[in-house]
């Protein structure tokens, strides 16, 4: 089982090493963003799908259950004509009885019609609206009020007495149908009710034909209603068809809805689902590279610190032997060379030891610091290399650890040299900038490709059959994270050369 593991470690380790790690892992989790969507938005489609299923259905019920109330009108337009007919009747009565020339037999006929009507209320009149006679009113002291209710309700039946006489008779509703009507008034009231209440989880509206007045309405607050019931049935209307009820009698009422709020909120689910994960990718791959670059730093912190250590001894030795070597020879020349190389040395494990710790940084000249730098590697690089300096400035104060900048100086130095495989030129400027000092080291190389500028300074980058490709990288450490500055490829073409720059903050005054 442990070797299973290690192998499998060892199978995860190299596929992160590789240069197309990244980009599978990136299509893979496109792939898996991507089906996720895709099934949320089927899920979508076959919820809204069932939902208008749903509604249809109870729209259907109440298109049903308003054939009903459609009979029952149509059974109140009947009686209504018949009670009209009953006054037509009583009003030809009427007009009969008037004839004198008429057998008795007709006249008890007349009587007999005349009388059978005792549910209608009529009143009769002559042309100038003066009651004649009446019947069935509930309240006869209220006779003239009566006709001018009557006269707003129906047309009037006109009795040609004379060629230049008429009478009218004004009825309206019996009581019967006028109780009819308003139980009927109910039912349809308490049916538009219970419709509202047996609907679906969807916003309903019932609405009159010109979609002005709400009738009923279900799962949506009343404050809508009360404050924006134009624009809430504007937009009903626009999501979905309205569906016509007709409750006959000329009676047409609209069923209006809108999708749940639960079927809106999982159309949204997606986005919201796709920005969670980008989310959390982002907060894992920061994470993880804190981590990774954690676990880098303290490696080259143990790395560094060892080194410093191990070079110790020969230092210690070295300089024990120039000074027998001092003693014993009379040409003291070489031995200042070597004094000055044990230095150097020294100077090499003093910066070494000091990398993880948060240097000292103490105001320096730059000029001053660059000339020297420059004077000890000139003797100590190829003749064929040619340093050349632009230095205009008269001071360049700025906090600086002399040991670390001395030693990025170096590494641009000797990487510029290699680079021009020991022969070519170098050119070092200062400049100064409103809060910064720009310092450039320009070389005649073979250069560096674009896409590559900033890889340079990733752990384990190099361009040299020897070399751990660490160099660029402590240098950015060094200048960003502990002078707080930057460092970056400013430019460079094939064959031509390459230029770094480095932009240092200025000491405060």
Same mark, same amino acid.
Request: proline share 4%; hydrophobic share 40%; net charge positive.
């Given at each position: 089982?442990?070797?299973?593991?290690? @192998?499998?470690?060892?199978?995860?380790?190299?596929?992160?090493? =590789?240069?197309?790690?990244? $980009?599978?892992?990136?299509?893979?989790?496109?792939?898996?963003?991507?089906?996720?969507? *895709?099934?949320?938005?089927?899920?979508?489609?076959?919820?809204?799908?069932?939902?208008?299923?749903?509604?249809?259905?109870?729209?259907?019920?109440?298109? /049903?259950?308003?054939?009903? !109330?459609?009979? &029952?009108?149509?059974?109140?337009?009947?009686?209504?004509?018949?009670?009209?007919?009953?006054?037509?009747?009583?009003?030809?009565?009427?007009?009969?009885?008037?004839?004198?020339?008429?057998?008795?037999?007709?006249?008890?006929?007349?009587?007999?019609?005349?009388?059978? =009507?005792?549910? !209608?209320? !009529?009143?009769?009149?002559?042309?100038?609206?003066?009651?004649?006679?009446?019947?069935?009113?509930?309240?006869?002291?209220?006779?003239?009020?009566?006709?001018?209710?009557?006269?707003?309700?129906? &047309? $009037?039946?006109?009795?040609?007495?004379?060629?230049?006489?008429?009478?009218?008779?004004?009825?309206?509703?019996?009581?019967?149908?006028?109780?009819? #009507?308003?139980?009927?008034?109910?039912?349809?009231?308490?049916?538009?009710?219970?419709?509202?209440?047996?609907?679906?989880? %969807?916003?309903?509206?019932?609405?009159?034909?010109?979609?002005?007045?709400?009738?009923?309405?279900?799962?949506?607050?009343?404050?809508?209603?009360?404050?924006?019931?134009?624009?809430?049935? +504007?937009?009903?209307?626009?999501?979905?068809?309205?569906?016509?009820?007709?409750?006959?009698?000329?009676? @047409?009422?609209?069923?209006?809805?809108?999708?749940?709020?639960?079927? #809106?909120?999982?159309?949204?689910? $997606?986005?919201?689902?796709? %920005?969670?994960?980008?989310?959390?990718?982002?907060?894992?791959?920061?994470?993880?590279?804190?981590?990774?670059?954690?676990?880098?730093?303290?490696?080259? !912190?143990?790395?560094?610190?060892?080194?410093?250590?191990?070079?110790?001894? $020969?230092?210690?030795?070295?300089?024990?032997?120039?000074?027998?070597?001092?003693?014993?020879?009379?040409?003291?020349?070489?031995?200042?060379?070597?004094?000055?190389?044990?230095? /150097?040395?020294?100077?090499?494990?003093?910066?070494?030891?000091?990398?993880?710790?948060?240097?000292?940084?103490?105001?320096?000249?730059?000029?001053?610091?660059?000339?020297?730098?420059?004077?000890?590697?000139?003797?100590?690089?190829?003749?064929?290399?040619?340093? @050349?300096?632009?230095?205009?400035?008269?001071?360049?104060?700025?906090?600086?650890?002399?040991?670390?900048?001395? *030693?990025?100086?170096?590494?641009?130095?000797?990487?510029?040299?290699?680079?021009?495989?020991?022969?070519? =030129?170098?050119?070092? %400027?200062? %400049?100064?900038?409103?809060?910064?000092?720009?310092?450039?080291?320009?070389?005649?190389?073979?250069?560096?490709?674009?896409?590559?500028?900033?890889?340079?300074? +990733?752990?384990?980058?190099?361009?040299?059959? /020897?070399?751990?490709?660490?160099?660029?990288?402590?240098?950015? /450490?060094?200048?960003?994270?502990?002078?707080?500055?930057?460092?970056?490829?400013?430019?460079?073409?094939?064959?031509?050369?390459?230029?770094?720059?480095?932009?240092?903050?200025? +000491?405060?005054?």
């Amino acid at each position: 089982m442990l070797k299973l593991k290690k @192998t499998f470690r060892t199978l995860i380790n190299n596929f992160l090493q =590789n240069q197309l790690a990244k $980009p599978i892992l990136a299509l893979l989790a496109m792939i898996i963003v991507s089906a996720s969507f *895709w099934y949320t938005n089927r899920l979508v489609r076959k919820i809204e799908k069932e939902e208008r299923r749903e509604v249809a259905l109870w729209a259907g019920a109440i298109e /049903r259950r308003a054939a009903l !109330v459609k009979l &029952t009108n149509e059974l109140f337009l009947k009686l209504q004509k018949e009670e009209r007919k009953k006054s037509e009747l009583w009003a030809l009565g009427i007009k009969k009885i008037s004839d004198i020339d008429r057998p008795p037999q007709d006249i008890d006929f007349i009587f007999e019609v005349i009388q059978n =009507n005792e549910t !209608v209320p !009529v009143i009769l009149t002559n042309d100038k609206d003066s009651i004649i006679t009446f019947l069935n009113l509930d309240n006869p002291t209220h006779a003239n009020d009566e006709l001018l209710f009557m006269k707003d309700l129906y &047309t $009037p039946i006109k009795i040609n007495i004379s060629k230049d006489e008429r009478n009218f008779v004004y009825y309206k509703d019996s009581k019967l149908l006028t109780d009819l #009507k308003s139980v009927m008034s109910d039912i349809i009231a308490s049916f538009l009710s219970e419709s509202i209440i047996n609907a679906t989880s %969807s916003p309903v509206i019932i609405t009159d034909s010109s979609f002005q007045q709400v009738i009923r309405f279900g799962q949506i607050d009343s404050t809508l209603i009360a404050n924006n019931s134009a624009k809430l049935i +504007k937009q009903m209307k626009l999501e979905n068809k309205p569906i016509e009820i007709n409750l006959g009698g000329g009676v @047409t009422h609209y069923v209006l809805y809108q999708s749940s709020t639960l079927l #809106k909120q999982l159309r949204y689910y $997606p986005l919201i689902q796709i %920005s969670a994960i980008a989310l959390f990718v982002f907060f894992a791959y920061y994470l993880f590279s804190i981590t990774r670059k954690s676990e880098q730093n303290r490696v080259w !912190v143990g790395m560094s610190k060892e080194t410093a250590h191990q070079l110790g001894t $020969p230092i210690s030795s070295l300089m024990a032997w120039s000074q027998i070597l001092e003693s014993e020879l009379e040409d003291q020349s070489m031995i200042v060379e070597i004094n000055k190389d044990i230095d /150097r040395l020294k100077n090499i494990a003093d910066r070494f030891s000091k990398v993880g710790s948060a240097p000292e940084l103490e105001p320096c000249d730059l000029i001053s610091l660059l000339s020297d730098t420059i004077d000890y590697l000139s003797s100590r690089i190829p003749r064929a290399v040619n340093i @050349t300096t632009d230095f205009t400035l008269i001071e360049a104060k700025a906090n600086m650890s002399p040991l670390l900048f001395s *030693w990025v100086m170096e590494n641009l130095i000797k990487n510029a040299v290699d680079a021009m495989s020991g022969r070519g =030129n170098i050119h070092i %400027s200062l %400049s100064e900038m409103p809060k910064e000092f720009a310092i450039k080291i320009k070389d005649t190389g073979a250069g560096i490709p674009k896409g590559k500028f900033k890889s340079v300074f +990733k752990p384990g980058y190099t361009s040299k059959r /020897r070399g751990w490709g660490l160099g660029l990288t402590l240098a950015r /450490r060094i200048i960003a994270g502990y002078h707080k500055g930057r460092i970056f490829v400013s430019w460079s073409e094939k064959d031509l050369g390459t230029e770094f720059t480095m932009l240092l903050p200025k +000491k405060e005054v």
